[in-house]
């Protein structure tokens, strides 16, 4: 009789799942590796670059360097690239870079090659918007920006090459032997349809929004929109991911191909409707309300019906009496839940403009982050050098737990300062702390964030030796 499935998991090494991961990377072409190493790496340099931003924020603040930086604007503009490419490089890369592995060699090199050059000259678009004297940084919500030329034309750069690729995935075939499950492919494919749609938002709004609004209100209509398709896009490559490591975890498949299309086509199709919305004019109250309402009405079904799948799938799997083998998968796929129920609670519990609202989309964006973070693990082994692999099969867990227990104990801090009133975008000067509990609430937050950043820091190093490790030629092989 063969093994349980839940016996083979349970091994501490687990022989079996990462003898998987080194044949993906025996299997995969020349072609997929490259495609697949070539997103990665703008989805790790997003974060580097993102730290070195946060870093250069703390450092501006230091009063002995007051002289050197003379534009006052200059750190804002510093928050603003570091928000975007935090979230919506890292995003949009980090699942580029799974369907890279899937389809790599069933895309058209040029429309590859041409989605890679947009995407790089994206990225130093963002940056030097940031060095542009006197450029005023818009925090507009979803994707704040900086209302210069050069970063609006790295903006739009980036969001082509991403879109570019975003429609070859689409257009290309299933492989018939994948190396991501089904289920799993479905969701990544339905993720890039919703960042398609998202850039039809964009762009339809950019026709319509009255050019005379002031910048903040201006920017906050483009952006309103899109930005809701692209939190959709985002929970469906989560749970894409969410999927991809419960097949690693177990061995068999959570859903089958036409359950997870209707799950997630039922989550990013109705944002379809925003372009359309968009096109008819962002100043109509139609268009902010409708974002809103499907934010509100379609994220959380999908959402938990995947988690009680999931659930229902762990406990089939584990072997009868034996104890739950929180492996690394695991740790991290159950924080991401963890804090995508958190989000929705929170959420839940918003009432007006205070720190619960950015309490919220902390938890939010985490969730999605620490199972992009899980699965990166075993996407590196594939495409790393054997021994370089069979090292990733142990590590992650550690750093994994403590992202996951930092970012949440951000997420609860914000909130708890939200409960008594403690206004949203307010910095320095402009926070007014009233009460004991909006202190001890950024205390919270203070420590929570601290927890976040060196969980942040420990996968970074681990991901960086990696793609150090891909100048040599060789993969893991079977």
Known sequence: MPPHPATLSAASASPLLD???????????????????????????????????????????????????????????????????????WFQAGTAAFLAFALGDRLPRHVVGLAFALG????????????????????????????????????????????????????????????????????????????????????????????????????????????????????????????????????????????????????????????????????????????????????????????????????????????LNLDRRLTGLTGSATLAGLGIVLGAFIRGSNTLVPGHYHAAIGAVTLALMTAAYDLVAALSPLSLAADLARRGRRQLLTFGVGQATFGLGFALAGVYGLGRKQYGVEQHVRSVGEYVGLGVMGVGGILAVAGGLLFLAVMLRAVGSWRQRALPQP
Do not use: C
Not at 31 to 43: I, Y
Not at 59 to 86: E, M, N, S, W, Y
């Open 120 to 323: 790089g000259a994206g990225i130093a678009g963002l940056l030097a918007g940031a060095l542009m004297p006197g450029a005023q940084p818009i925090l507009s919500n979803y994707v704040p920006v900086i209302d210069h030329p050069v970063f609006l034309t790295g903006l739009t750069a980036w969001f082509a090459g991403s879109g570019l690729f975003f429609a070859a995935a689409l257009a290309a075939p299933a492989p018939t032997h994948g190396d991501l499950p089904d289920d799993a492919l479905v969701a990544l494919r339905t993720a890039a349809a919703g960042n398609l749609i998202a850039l039809a938002t964009f762009v339809a709004a950019w026709r319509t929004t009255l050019p005379g609004l002031p910048a903040i209100g201006y920017y906050e209509l483009l952006m309103w929109g899109g930005g809701h398709a692209l939190q959709a896009a985002n929970v469906a490559a989560m749970l894409g991911l969410w999927l991809f490591l419960l097949h690693r975890w177990s061995g068999r498949a959570v859903l089958s191909p036409t359950a997870s299309r209707w799950l997630l086509s039922s989550l990013v199709l109705p944002h379809a409707s925003l372009p359309v919305l968009a096109l008819l004019g962002t100043s109509d109250g139609a268009y902010t309300e409708t974002a809103t309402a499907l934010m509100r009405w379609t994220i959380f079904p999908v959402l938990l019906i995947v988690l009680g799948l999931g659930g229902r799938h762990v406990l089939q799997t584990r072997a009868p009496g034996a104890a």
């Open 19 to 89: 003898t998987t991961v080194r044949r993906l990377g025996a299997r995969a072409t020349d072609l997929r590796v490259s495609v697949a190493r070539g997103w990665f790496l703008f989805a790790i340099g997003s974060l580097v670059l993102a730290g070195l931003l946060s870093l250069l924020l703390v450092v501006g603040r230091l009063p002995f360097l007051g002289a050197v930086f003379t534009d006052p604007l200059f750190f804002k503009r510093a928050l603003v690239v570091h928000v975007d490419l935090a979230l919506v490089v």
